[in-house]
């Protein structure tokens, strides 16, 4: 019921505070004789009112500078160390009012190191830009110099911990780094970042736990580690304790760890099936740390991290497990797209080291693929989604020569069909996507599948003889069309070879002239930085010269990153 008028509320007594700090203090103190049942009760109350004080937030900062949170520290430790100790000596005694006050302390600790409950409204799915976050008042409380060591105890012998508790404990973290950048420089150390990775090892042995709790402990605590990369990032070298390359070769190490050696009970099915579940979380949150404002800077540091290595060496690893081999290999490849994306410097050092033809060999030794891993080469070479065909043009074109080299391999006649429908679509878009496929040879990567045509359905064939064509009117050479003659050979001379027809209208496509008359040779100036450079004065053939050229003018691709208000925009002088 709303009324018209609120309620009065009436001030706290001026000496509120120290009366509560006083009781809280008696409560610390007779810890250790074992506080009676109304004791733990006012204990518990003291810690809800401390909540709803700083609901108030003008009074986070001034209760933060208050000796309360050291000494619910302390009672929290201890009441941690009971519950473990108690699980340890298998007592069936009811825990529930320790393990309440437990919940309810560190809900205290999470309200006064994010006020503005930045981590939860994460968690649920919601990001604050940089504009709502310096709209943000009133500053978190100063992170206690006894929360690290606190931390790291309440995770040492942590099997003994219940899983929920354990969840409240990375929310917490998470709170405080999602809180301000102060207090996560402070949290963010060797010790706790040595827990962040225990707790995710531990994941994949899950005994008689909870599935669910497990894999939600797993889930947060791989946003608390994206939430630590993206705060490292902000920093400079002298605020930081730790570095994002440490962090990622412990990342990488975990990812491709040796189940090989672990004893044979555990390396059962059921363990493989949780251990792949816990690399594929592990996969997807290397796209969620690259989604940054500082994207080309952690690129650098995951090239540096040797993370295309790590990434193939999963896929070859992952070839003695017996299931889900292929939702892996989507996010394996999910994971590349992300390091790559818009980064032509690592594409380049993708081709160095790893090479697509490499790619390609581990991908087939893993079977068949299934529709999602193929789509996920066509969202690779588009670097968005793959059916955004006519908004987003080819970023990167060697995916595109891997999918027509697998065509021929793929049992499926179904996907022969829906891969070579689509690369006729986005290969023939515009001139700036056939002169990038004219450029990477692949009129001779489809004639070398074209040449075993007993493992291509006839429409998948006729698919690739149309993007012959129309990748033949950009531009062929001499030798792609002698190889394009030499595949109508039969072996019976007075058999006609099925290809004949399509190819020759393919080559009268080729031959004929469509709409204005166009340069055989011209510049391209697609990319941002492109141009025509002129030479210096002193070099020209006299005291000036002209430079002439037709201009054309294709509709450009939308570039969904450029739409905004600040986007660039291609000027003629």
Same mark, same amino acid.
């Given at each position: 019921?709303?009324?018209?008028?609120?309620?009065?509320?009436?001030?706290?007594?001026?000496?509120?505070?120290?009366?509560?700090?006083?009781?809280?203090?008696?409560?610390?103190?007779?810890?250790?004789?074992? !506080?009676?049942?109304?004791?733990?009760?006012?204990? !518990?109350?003291?810690?809800?009112?401390?909540?709803?004080?700083?609901?108030?937030?003008?009074?986070?900062?001034?209760? #933060?500078?208050?000796?309360?949170?050291?000494?619910?520290?302390?009672?929290?430790?201890?009441? +941690?160390?009971?519950?473990?100790?108690?699980?340890?000596?298998? $007592?069936?005694?009811?825990?529930?009012?320790?393990?309440?006050?437990?919940?309810?302390?560190?809900?205290?600790?999470?309200?006064?190191?994010?006020?503005?409950?930045?981590?939860?409204?994460?968690?649920?799915?919601?990001?604050?830009?940089?504009?709502?976050?310096?709209?943000?008042?009133?500053?978190?409380?100063?992170?206690?110099? $006894?929360?690290?060591?606190?931390?790291?105890?309440?995770?040492?012998?942590?099997?003994?911990?219940?899983?929920?508790?354990?969840?409240?404990?990375?929310?917490?973290?998470?709170?405080?780094?999602? #809180? #301000?950048?102060?207090?996560?420089?402070?949290?963010?150390?060797?010790? *706790?970042?040595?827990?962040?990775?225990?707790?995710?090892?531990?994941?994949?042995?899950?005994?008689?736990?909870?599935?669910?709790?497990?894999?939600?402990?797993?889930?947060?605590?791989?946003?608390?580690?994206?939430?630590?990369?993206?705060?490292?990032?902000?920093?400079?070298?002298?605020?930081?304790?730790?570095?994002?390359?440490?962090?990622?070769?412990?990342?990488?190490? !975990?990812?491709?760890?040796?189940?090989?050696?672990?004893?044979?009970?555990?390396?059962?099915?059921?363990?493989?099936?949780?251990?792949?579940?816990?690399?594929?979380?592990?996969?997807?949150?290397?796209?969620?740390?690259?989604?940054?404002?500082?994207?080309?800077?952690?690129?650098?540091?995951? !090239?540096?991290?040797?993370?295309?290595?790590?990434?193939?060496?999963?896929?070859?690893?992952?070839?003695?497990?017996?299931?889900?081999?292929?939702?892996?290999?989507?996010? *394996?490849?999910?994971?590349?797209?992300?390091?790559?994306?818009?980064?032509?410097?690592?594409? $380049?050092?993708?081709?160095?080291?790893?090479?697509?033809?490499?790619?390609?060999?581990?991908?087939?030794?893993?079977?068949?693929?299934?529709?999602?891993?193929?789509?996920?080469?066509?969202?690779?070479?588009?670097?968005?989604?793959?059916?955004?065909?006519?908004?987003?043009?080819?970023?990167?074109?060697?995916?595109?020569?891997?999918?027509?080299?697998?065509?021929?391999?793929?049992?499926?006649?179904?996907?022969?069909?829906?891969?070579?429908?689509?690369?006729?679509?986005?290969?023939? +878009?515009?001139?700036? /996507?056939?002169?990038?496929?004219?450029?990477?040879?692949?009129?001779?990567?489809?004639?070398?599948?074209?040449?075993?045509?007993?493992?291509?359905?006839?429409?998948?064939?006729?698919?690739?003889?149309?993007?012959?064509?129309?990748?033949?009117?950009?531009?062929?050479?001499?030798?792609?069309?002698?190889?394009?003659?030499?595949?109508?050979?039969?072996?019976?001379?007075?058999?006609?070879?099925?290809?004949?027809?399509?190819?020759?209208?393919?080559?009268?496509?080729?031959?004929?002239?469509?709409?204005?008359? /166009?340069?055989?040779?011209?510049?391209?100036?697609?990319?941002?930085?492109?141009?025509?450079?002129?030479?210096?004065?002193?070099?020209?053939?006299?005291?000036?010269?002209?430079?002439?050229?037709?201009?054309?003018?294709?509709?450009?691709?939308?570039?969904?990153?450029?739409?905004?208000?600040?986007?660039?925009?291609?000027?003629?002088?």
């Amino acid at each position: 019921r709303v009324d018209d008028i609120p309620p009065g509320i009436s001030l706290l007594p001026d000496n509120i505070l120290q009366v509560l700090r006083l009781q809280l203090l008696q409560c610390v103190q007779k810890m250790s004789d074992g !506080l009676e049942e109304q004791q733990q009760a006012l204990s !518990l109350l003291l810690v809800k009112f401390f909540i709803i004080l700083c609901r108030n937030l003008a009074n986070v900062e001034e209760i #933060g500078m208050c000796s309360y949170i050291n000494h619910v520290i302390t009672m929290t430790t201890l009441y +941690i160390q009971q519950l473990k100790s108690k699980t340890k000596e298998k $007592e069936v005694a009811d825990q529930t009012p320790i393990e309440e006050f437990v919940r309810h302390a560190l809900a205290f600790c999470e309200s006064l190191y994010d006020p503005y409950r930045n981590w939860r409204q994460r968690i649920a799915g919601r990001f604050l830009s940089t504009v709502e976050k310096s709209r943000q008042k009133y500053k978190p409380a100063s992170l206690t110099v $006894e929360f690290v060591p606190f931390f790291y105890q309440c995770f040492q012998e942590s099997e003994h911990l219940k899983e929920s508790l354990k969840c409240c404990l990375l929310h917490l973290f998470g709170a405080i780094v999602a #809180g #301000g950048q102060r207090n996560a420089l402070q949290a963010v150390s060797p010790a *706790t970042m040595e827990v962040l990775m225990r707790v995710l090892a531990d994941c994949d042995n899950w005994d008689d736990r909870n599935p669910e709790e497990v894999s939600r402990k797993a889930e947060l605590t791989l946003k608390c580690l994206t939430e630590v990369v993206h705060i490292l990032l902000t920093s400079s070298s002298d605020q930081r304790q730790v570095e994002t390359s440490t962090i990622l070769e412990n990342y990488f190490k !975990l990812l491709n760890s040796d189940h090989s050696a672990l004893p044979n009970p555990r390396r059962c099915r059921q363990w493989e099936s949780r251990f792949i579940a816990l690399q594929i979380q592990m996969l997807n949150t290397i796209t969620a740390m690259l989604d940054c404002t500082d994207r080309p800077v952690l690129q650098a540091i995951f !090239l540096n991290s040797n993370c295309f290595e790590h990434l193939i060496r999963l896929l070859q690893n992952c070839k003695v497990f017996q299931g889900h081999l292929d939702c892996l290999a989507v996010s *394996t490849i999910q994971a590349l797209t992300a390091v790559m994306h818009k980064s032509p410097a690592a594409k $380049e050092v993708f081709k160095e080291r790893i090479g697509y033809a490499h790619i390609y060999e581990v991908l087939k030794s893993l079977g068949q693929p299934s529709r999602e891993l193929l789509e996920e080469l066509m969202n690779m070479a588009v670097e968005g989604d793959h059916m955004a065909v006519g908004i987003l043009g080819i970023s990167n074109v060697q995916p595109l020569l891997l999918l027509i080299q697998w065509l021929p391999e793929l049992e499926s006649h179904d996907l022969q069909i829906f891969i070579s429908n689509w690369l006729r679509r986005i290969c023939c +878009i515009n001139r700036q /996507s056939r002169a990038t496929c004219v450029n990477a040879n692949m009129v001779i990567r489809i004639i070398e599948a074209l040449n075993s045509h007993s493992a291509l359905h006839c429409t998948c064939a006729e698919n690739l003889i149309a993007l012959l064509g129309s990748l033949g009117s950009q531009s062929m050479g001499s030798e792609e069309l002698l190889q394009l003659i030499r595949l109508l050979r039969t072996e019976e001379p007075k058999r006609a070879h099925p290809y004949v027809v399509p190819v020759m209208r393919a080559i009268l496509a080729m031959a004929r002239k469509q709409g204005m008359a /166009s340069a055989l040779q011209y510049f391209n100036l697609c990319h941002s930085m492109a141009g025509i450079a002129v030479p210096s004065i002193h070099k020209w053939p006299g005291s000036a010269f002209s430079f002439n050229a037709w201009l054309c003018l294709d509709q450009d691709r939308v570039d969904p990153s450029t739409t905004s208000k600040s986007g660039k925009r291609k000027q003629l002088y």
